[in-house]
């Protein structure tokens, strides 16, 4: 055990490769499961189904309107569930430019004996929030199984609630209110509960989201009953959900987007390439690297004016590295490319130009289902959904996966 | 204010001068087609600004600093596109061709930025002298009235070197002298050039003298404004679609290299690495869409899927514009490959616009060592093209310069969303006139126009041009506290 963490590098691959081998060695068992059950005759749409709930993109092949078994629903939100726990467990092994950021970085950032202890944190915290929404829904009158599902399948970020499983405003609240608090770093709440407020306060990266979550609830909400798309009770029950489903890029729906004015439209489409904190389950690029981003865009604009200047980049009241930096822009390079590859390969199946746009986003920030666009996801053909697996697994890594091939040794 | 004044509105001055002088040509053509009443809202324009503009030259006092900074270049540039534009919509709007302001403003910006971008609905109605005009600009714009300032700065007095650093398009790795104003008169010496040749070989296909000029104007330029509603589909001839093809394809490199070509030294323009990026990528395109386009039974001949394919391509990554086929009716993928295409743009140092081959190739090279280092993290790698060491603070330049076309894209489409069209057309404008194309997708599409939105929209994709044809910096960086700040 000493003599790996010794070599990083290894580390980082061997905990990429055992990463990818039991994301593959769960999707052909669950894969297994539904063609066994004869749920999903074709092996590839059984492994896309897979994919899509261990990568808690939450996009089913399944007809919406078909009858599902119970078990079924649950075993789906089970298995978003195991995704979210999975990405925590790989969070604690590798500590990409975002998450060195974090406030837990000191703690965290070596792999050995505190990844045990730090995975125990995560899971606590994981498990903690599961349970208190599975209770809190079974209190707004949701049924046992119903509430399960949605409480699974939120948590982690996967995004397929059963339809008619929640009961009114009360639970779509509670939906909400687990959404952010999916997105919000982990490790914050083990210093909520210890008490060690000063790290909270330091957080430069959870206000910018609370900042991101109002400003972008109230411009919707207003949008949408400015435009009269609802009453102004709807706008904000509808206008709030979807907001915070794409922010916190879960990707439940339980609204018609594709009607809704485009100015909203966008907004959303665009929140959810933003994400949530870093070392929190929401998926997209994250607010930390948005923050450091914005950061060197205007350092950029400096530098055009003063040529000799030399700025520093400070987040989380710590200053930022300058090859960190220097790797987040290019990370969020990568992330550019990959998504325009995503909608050049969405675009053979797609029946418009914007679902293009949309479906490689839903695919790669692991949204899924509210930004599905025009597609119907049961005509799209074998060779399609095993590529956009690849896209839902790279999307959920951050992106390593991509590292593997391009590096020789 | 801490700008250097006295040389800026000389400068500013000697633009508008030159804006006038330049409308003399579209006035003796609207003699010659018998169009007084154009010919005299020509007049009215430009006489005082040739007036005008020589007077305040003359009267303004040379000063005792005439040493440009930075922040003075980026004026200089972000204002004379502004006033250029501003300036050149007044034949429309006194002709009545364009009475509105926000379109005349967006009719001159698309032309001057070589966008291609158009509000009128129907073109052929326009009289001559006012489409010579609307086609002209983008001559004007296609090499920068900027470019040809800096050669005539030296009569103002004034060195031109912090000028070009705002206006050449994006990084070089060649310079071809070491002074500025030569460089100028060389690369503009060029442009006539090619831009007589390909009047004469539009003619040799029976082309009328003034459908050729505009068509040039348009094709040298990277514009893509025609004078007919079926743009170069008009003309229904395979030999002209050719010979504008070839002559998009040219004004679409790196007019440095023509300099080498003209030295006799050829093959150092076919080794250089964005050069083979660029023809690759239109093979590679051309070779996809057409393909797709047979596929989907769009055309059932090869040789039409070929014919519009390559037209086309070409049209969009040399961001000109021109239309034989309609790109937005044809199947999905060959749309997206169209909107990577308009991403992409023409080389450095053409009249192209979009993001620039060379930073592309340097975007993908800059990731291909992000992984690396992600594995290897104490590995130096420098970034090599064509055995030339990139230095890291131009990496940085590009890696900035790629993240924040992507946000001006992603942001622009939020704002533009406003007018409420759907998704499609508000990305389809916004993309179509930051990367200077002409037509987007949906309800701004080839067979479109963009009279539908609103003023303030048009005036902002308006803005969206000019800052995209000048590498969005020069103009983005005048809302910055930083430049309005002595102190920072």
């Not at chain 1, 499961?33 to 189904?49: C, H, K, M, N, Q």
């Not at chain 1, 982990?186 to 008490?195: E, I, T």
């Not at chain 1, 746009?357 to 289902?369: D, E, N, V």
Request: glycine fraction near 8%; charged fraction near 10%.
């Amino acid at each position: 055990m000493k003599e790996k963490r010794q070599k990083g590098t290894l580390g980082i691959k061997t905990a990429l490769l055992g990463s990818m081998g039991i994301f593959i060695v769960l999707s052909l068992i669950s894969m297994a499961v539904y063609l066994a059950s004869g749920t999903i005759s074709d092996p590839f749409r059984a492994l896309f189904e897979s994919v899509s709930a261990f990568t808690d993109t939450g996009l089913s092949v399944l007809a919406k309107d078909a009858a599902l078994p119970a078990w079924l629903l649950i075993f789906r939100s089970f298995c978003q569930w195991i995704g979210g726990a999975m990405l925590l467990a790989f969070f604690a092994l590798i500590f990409s430019g975002s998450d060195i950021l974090a406030p837990s970085t000191a703690s965290f950032y070596r792999l050995g004996i505190q990844f045990r202890a730090s995975l125990k944190r995560l899971f606590l915290v994981y498990a903690a929030l599961t349970v208190s929404m599975f209770l809190l829904l079974l209190a707004t009158g949701c049924t046992a199984a119903d509430s399960l599902c949605a409480a699974l399948s939120t948590v982690s970020t996967g995004g397929s609630i059963p339809a008619g499983a929640l009961k009114g405003g009360l639970s779509e609240t509670v939906v909400v209110l687990f959404m952010i608090l999916t997105s919000i770093s982990y490790p914050l709440y083990y210093y909520a509960v210890k008490g060690r407020t000063e790290k909270i306060d330091k957080s430069s990266e959870l206000n910018v989201f609370i900042g991101i979550v109002i400003a972008s609830c109230v411009i919707v909400c207003a949008t949408l009953a400015i435009n009269g798309t609802y009453d102004i009770r709807h706008s904000i029950e509808y206008g709030c959900f979807q907001t915070i489903s794409n922010l916190s890029t879960t990707g439940h729906a339980i609204a018609d987007i594709s009607a809704w004015p485009s100015f909203a439209q966008s907004v959303i489409f665009l929140l959810s390439f933003a994400g949530g904190c870093s070392m929190s389950l929401a998926g997209g690029v994250r607010i930390v690297r948005l923050i450091v981003i914005l950061r060197i865009i205007s350092r950029s604009f400096t530098v055009r004016i003063h040529p000799k200047a030399v700025i520093s980049t400070k987040v989380n009241k710590k200053q930022v590295p300058r090859h960190l930096a220097a790797r987040m822009s290019a990370y969020l390079m990568t992330c550019i490319l990959f998504y325009l590859i995503g909608v050049f390969v969405v675009s053979f199946e797609s029946p418009d130009v914007i679902s293009c746009f949309t479906m490689s986003a839903a695919l790669i920030t692991s949204t899924g289902p509210a930004l599905a666009g025009n597609i119907v996801m049961s005509d799209v053909s074998a060779v399609s959904l095993l590529l956009w697996s690849v896209f839902m697994i790279m999307g959920r890594l951050e992106l390593y996966a991509l590292f593997i091939p391009s590096s020789r040794s | 204010m801490h700008l250097n004044r006295k040389p800026i509105v000389k400068i500013l001055f000697a633009v508008m001068a030159l804006v006038g002088t330049s409308m003399l040509l579209p006035l003796a053509v609207s003699l010659i087609y018998g169009e007084t009443k154009v010919a005299l809202c020509f007049a009215v324009v430009c006489v005082p600004m040739i007036v005008i503009g020589l007077l305040v030259i003359k009267i303004v006092p040379k000063g005792d600093n005439t040493t440009l900074r930075m922040r003075d270049g980026f004026f200089i540039v972000a204002m004379a596109w502004v006033i250029m534009s501003v300036l050149g919509g007044l034949p429309f709007m006194i002709s009545g061709s364009i009475p509105n302001f926000f379109d005349a403003f967006f009719e001159t910006a698309s032309g001057f930025t070589t966008t291609g971008s158009t509000i009128v609905a129907n073109i052929e109605i326009l009289p001559k002298g006012i489409l010579f005009w609307r086609s002209f600009t983008h001559w004007l714009g296609g090499m920068g009235v900027l470019v040809l300032t800096i050669a005539l700065l030296p009569m103002l007095g004034i060195g031109g070197q912090k000028i070009m650093r705002a206006e050449t398009t994006g990084p070089t790795l060649d310079k071809i002298s070491v002074t500025v104003n030569d460089s100028a008169r060389r690369l503009y010496t060029i442009y006539l050039g090619v831009t007589i040749l390909e009047i004469i070989f539009l003619m040799l296909g029976g082309v009328s003298l003034f459908d050729a000029s505009t068509h040039t104007f348009g094709t040298v330029g990277t514009g893509g404004l025609s004078t007919y509603n079926a743009s170069v589909g008009a003309f229904h001839s395979v030999y002209v679609e050719m010979v504008i093809t070839v002559f998009m394809l040219l004004a679409g490199i790196n007019f440095n290299l023509y300099h080498f070509v003209l030295t006799g030294r050829p093959g150092q323009m076919l080794r250089d690495t964005e050069f083979r990026t660029y023809i690759g990528i239109i093979f590679g395109s051309t070779a996809f869409v057409s393909v797709m386009l047979l596929i989907h039974n769009y055309y059932d001949t090869i040789g039409k899927a070929l014919r519009y394919a390559v037209f086309q391509v070409v049209s969009i990554i040399t961001t000109t514009g021109f239309g034989t086929d309609d790109f937005d009716t044809w199947p999905i993928p060959c749309r997206i490959v169209m909107f990577l295409l308009m991403v992409i743009g023409g080389c450095a140092s053409s009249t192209g616009g979009g993001v620039k081959v060379i930073r592309i190739i340097l975007s993908l090279k800059i990731i291909r060592r992000a992984a690396d280092i992600k594995l290897r993290p104490n590995a130096v790698k420098p970034i090599k093209i064509g055995g030339k060491t990139i230095d890291e603070n131009t990496l940085a330049a590009v890696k900035s310069f790629m993240i924040l076309y992507a946000l001006t894209i992603a942001l622009g489409t939020v704002v533009v969303a406003l007018n409420g069209f759907d998704l499609t057309t508000s990305l389809g404008s916004v993309i179509a006139c930051v990367s200077n194309i002409g037509p987007g997708f949906g309800l701004v599409g080839p067979s479109c126009n963009f009279i539908l939105f609103s003023g303030p929209i048009k005036f902002l994709l308006a803005m969206f041009m000019i800052a995209g044809r000048l590498e969005l910096y020069t103009i983005f960086i005048m809302f910055t506290r930083t430049f309005w700040n002595e102190n920072r």
